[in-house]
């Protein structure tokens, strides 16, 4: 702050950061960040949903006629916009099923639960990305781009550009980190007895064969190396030794609200839920 009466002299101060209750509702016909968008909301709260969401929605599949509704905290300094704050509470509706989310504390930790108070977290993420677009599924046929034959892609792509970081989608022991005539670089991670993941075609890899990694961990980066068109990763998932279509399993999830705090839950879900279910597209509570 400068201050210019009789003598010209500079001090520091601060200005008190306001928080205030957000409501939004809508419905994607295009993208996500464009209905945001539309709505004079910030395109960071995308991101903040994917986040909520990372285990249970792969958000590169959202469709046209997806909808939410989200309860959340905007930052402001006066007038002035500053931030998102936290999500306290949101319902996704996906392929017409709706997932519901509600942050809440228990023993000092802080997750996000569906209606019943089961954890949204689970062993794995949806996607080692977390912004790229799918591009080819699991599938018994396809046209291959490169070979020109049809055959089985026993894996998933997503498309990204160079140099995107791609995450461990859960934790495990990295078993291989080397690079094939086909894979490029790629790294294969053994998670248990029952889940293996690989991640293919990178530009660099990070994690050593050995190597202990975590969820969320960046273990290389996308790439076009070996048999490969473009820039993408191809992630691969096994089951009991045999390949499987990961946006198909349902895997285990984290733990649920405890039974000493179900009370508690259940009422801040109810309070929650009074504020999403207004029509309003977006109002300040």
């Known amino acids: 702050v400068f ?16 928080t205030k209750i957000k409501h939004i509702k809508g419905t994607i016909n295009s993208s996500l960040y464009k209905t945001l968008s539309d709505k004079k909301a910030s395109p960071v709260l995308a991101i903040e949903m994917a986040n909520v969401y990372a285990w249970t929605i792969d958000f590169y599949s959202i469709q046209k006629g997806d909808w939410f509704d989200v309860v959340y905290e ?14 306290l509470a949101a319902n996704f509706n996906h392929y017409g099923k709706d997932y519901y989310a509600y942050r809440f504390e228990q023993d000092g930790i802080t997750n996000f639960y569906d209606e019943k108070g089961k954890s949204l977290k689970r062993a794995f993420l949806k996607s080692p990305l977390e912004f790229g677009k799918l591009t080819s599924g699991f599938t018994m046929k396809r046209f291959h781009p490169v070979q020109k034959i049809n055959k089985p892609h026993l894996g998933t792509d997503y498309a990204a550009p160079t140099g995107t970081p791609i995450l461990a989608t859960g934790d495990g022991i990295v078993i291989e980190s080397a690079h094939k005539a086909y894979n ?8 248990n007895s029952t889940y293996t993941t690989q991640y293919l075609h990178m530009s660099k890899r990070l994690a050593k064969t050995g190597q202990r990694v975590k969820q969320g961990d960046v273990i290389g980066y996308v790439g076009s190396t070996g048999l490969a068109t473009g820039p993408h990763v191809c992630y691969r998932f096994w089951k009991n030794g045999a390949q499987a279509n990961h946006l198909k399993e349902e895997t285990p999830p984290a733990e649920p609200v ?11 879900k109810d309070s929650l839920n009074k504020k999403m279910n207004p029509p309003a597209e977006m109002v300040v509570l």
């Open 184 to 191: 490029g670089n790629y790294v294969k991670i053994k998670h």
């Open 74 to 87: 905007e930052k402001y300094v006066g007038d002035q916009f500053v931030g998102i704050g936290k999500i």
């Open 3 to 18: 201050d210019l009466r009789d003598s010209i002299s500079i001090y520091k101060g601060q200005k008190e950061v306001v």
């Open 258 to 268: 405890k039974e000493e705090f179900m009370e508690a839950f259940k009422q801040l």
